[in-house]
Protein backbone atom coordinates (compact mmCIF):
# COMPACT_ATOMS: atom_id res chain seq x y z
CA UNK A 1 0.00 0.00 0.00
CA UNK A 2 1.84 3.62 -1.07
CA UNK A 3 0.97 6.28 1.64
CA UNK A 4 1.81 9.56 1.33
CA UNK A 5 2.43 11.91 3.96
CA UNK A 6 3.02 16.10 4.00
CA UNK A 7 4.51 18.83 5.67
CA UNK A 8 5.98 21.96 5.80
CA UNK A 9 2.53 24.39 5.69
CA UNK A 10 2.38 27.00 7.61
CA UNK A 11 1.68 31.18 7.65
CA UNK A 12 3.99 33.20 5.68
CA UNK A 13 3.47 36.68 4.44
CA UNK A 14 3.02 37.56 0.57
CA UNK A 15 6.14 37.46 -0.92
CA UNK A 16 7.77 35.09 1.34
CA UNK A 17 8.57 31.30 0.74
CA UNK A 18 8.22 27.79 1.93
CA UNK A 19 9.10 24.15 0.90
CA UNK A 20 6.72 21.23 1.25
CA UNK A 21 7.40 17.90 1.77
CA UNK A 22 5.84 14.70 0.70
CA UNK A 23 7.09 11.50 1.85
CA UNK A 24 6.22 8.67 -0.17
CA UNK A 25 6.17 4.73 1.48
CA UNK A 26 5.20 1.62 -0.12
CA UNK A 27 6.79 2.57 -3.18
CA UNK A 28 9.67 4.32 -4.72
CA UNK A 29 9.43 7.19 -7.21
CA UNK A 30 11.18 4.76 -9.99
CA UNK A 31 7.86 3.90 -10.11
CA UNK A 32 5.35 6.49 -9.20
CA UNK A 33 4.80 9.85 -10.41
CA UNK A 34 3.38 12.30 -7.64
CA UNK A 35 1.66 15.49 -8.01
CA UNK A 36 0.86 18.46 -5.88
CA UNK A 37 -2.56 19.67 -5.76
CA UNK A 38 -4.40 22.46 -3.62
CA UNK A 39 -7.67 23.17 -2.51
CA UNK A 40 -9.02 26.97 -1.12
CA UNK A 41 -12.32 27.09 0.31
CA UNK A 42 -15.02 27.05 -1.38
CA UNK A 43 -13.13 26.12 -4.63
CA UNK A 44 -12.29 23.36 -6.82
CA UNK A 45 -9.03 21.10 -6.42
CA UNK A 46 -6.68 22.07 -8.64
CA UNK A 47 -3.39 20.47 -10.29
CA UNK A 48 0.12 22.41 -9.19
CA UNK A 49 2.64 20.46 -10.57
CA UNK A 50 3.76 17.03 -11.59
CA UNK A 51 7.07 15.01 -11.36
CA UNK A 52 7.45 12.08 -13.49
CA UNK A 53 8.53 8.78 -12.57
CA UNK A 54 11.94 7.74 -13.63
CA UNK A 55 13.44 10.33 -16.02
CA UNK A 56 11.54 13.22 -13.67
CA UNK A 57 10.09 15.47 -16.12
CA UNK A 58 8.29 17.97 -14.09
CA UNK A 59 5.00 20.08 -15.12
CA UNK A 60 3.09 23.10 -13.56
CA UNK A 61 -0.01 25.12 -13.61
CA UNK A 62 0.19 28.21 -15.64
CA UNK A 63 -0.46 30.24 -11.92
CA UNK A 64 2.80 28.69 -10.30
CA UNK A 65 5.44 29.14 -13.06
CA UNK A 66 8.09 30.65 -12.12
CA UNK A 67 7.60 30.64 -8.58
CA UNK A 68 7.43 26.86 -7.82
CA UNK A 69 9.86 24.33 -8.49
CA UNK A 70 9.14 20.19 -7.84
CA UNK A 71 12.04 18.17 -7.72
CA UNK A 72 12.86 15.05 -5.89
CA UNK A 73 14.90 14.01 -2.76
CA UNK A 74 18.31 11.38 -3.12
CA UNK A 75 16.42 8.99 -1.13
CA UNK A 76 13.94 8.40 -3.75
CA UNK A 77 11.31 8.44 -1.25
CA UNK A 78 10.68 12.13 -1.08
CA UNK A 79 8.76 14.96 -3.46
CA UNK A 80 9.36 18.81 -2.72
CA UNK A 81 7.66 21.62 -3.35
CA UNK A 82 9.96 25.08 -3.23
CA UNK A 83 6.74 28.19 -3.54
CA UNK A 84 8.47 31.56 -3.70
CA UNK A 85 6.97 34.85 -4.32
CA UNK A 86 3.65 33.54 -2.41
CA UNK A 87 0.81 35.39 -2.92
CA UNK A 88 -2.45 35.19 -0.78
CA UNK A 89 -4.38 33.38 -3.72
CA UNK A 90 -2.32 30.28 -3.21
CA UNK A 91 -3.54 30.09 0.27
CA UNK A 92 -4.76 26.42 0.27
CA UNK A 93 -4.69 23.14 1.59
CA UNK A 94 -1.65 21.07 -0.56
CA UNK A 95 -2.24 17.38 -1.19
CA UNK A 96 0.59 15.11 -2.61
CA UNK A 97 -0.64 12.17 -4.59
CA UNK A 98 0.79 8.82 -6.34
CA UNK A 99 -0.15 7.83 -10.01
CA UNK A 100 1.28 6.10 -13.16
CA UNK A 101 2.56 9.13 -15.19
CA UNK A 102 1.03 12.66 -14.80
CA UNK A 103 -2.48 12.36 -15.86
CA UNK A 104 -4.58 15.28 -16.29
CA UNK A 105 -7.40 13.47 -14.75
CA UNK A 106 -7.61 13.82 -10.58
CA UNK A 107 -9.16 10.66 -10.87
CA UNK A 108 -5.89 8.68 -11.94
CA UNK A 109 -4.15 9.86 -9.20
CA UNK A 110 -4.44 6.10 -6.84
CA UNK A 111 -2.93 7.47 -3.71
CA UNK A 112 -3.50 10.55 -1.84
CA UNK A 113 -2.00 12.47 1.03
CA UNK A 114 -4.10 14.07 3.97
CA UNK A 115 -2.79 17.32 2.77
CA UNK A 116 -1.08 20.78 4.86
CA UNK A 117 -2.51 24.13 5.14
CA UNK A 118 -0.66 27.17 3.65
CA UNK A 119 -2.10 30.14 4.22
CA UNK A 120 -0.45 33.91 2.63
CA UNK A 121 -1.38 36.54 4.45
CA UNK A 122 -0.02 39.72 6.26
Known amino acids: QVQLVESGGGLVQPGGSLRLSCAVSGSTLDYHAVGWFRQAPGKAREGVSCISASVGSTYYADSVKGRFTISRGNDKNTVYLQMNSLKPEDTAVYHC???????????????WGQGTQVTVSS
Open 97 to 111: AAAWGCPDSLAEYDY
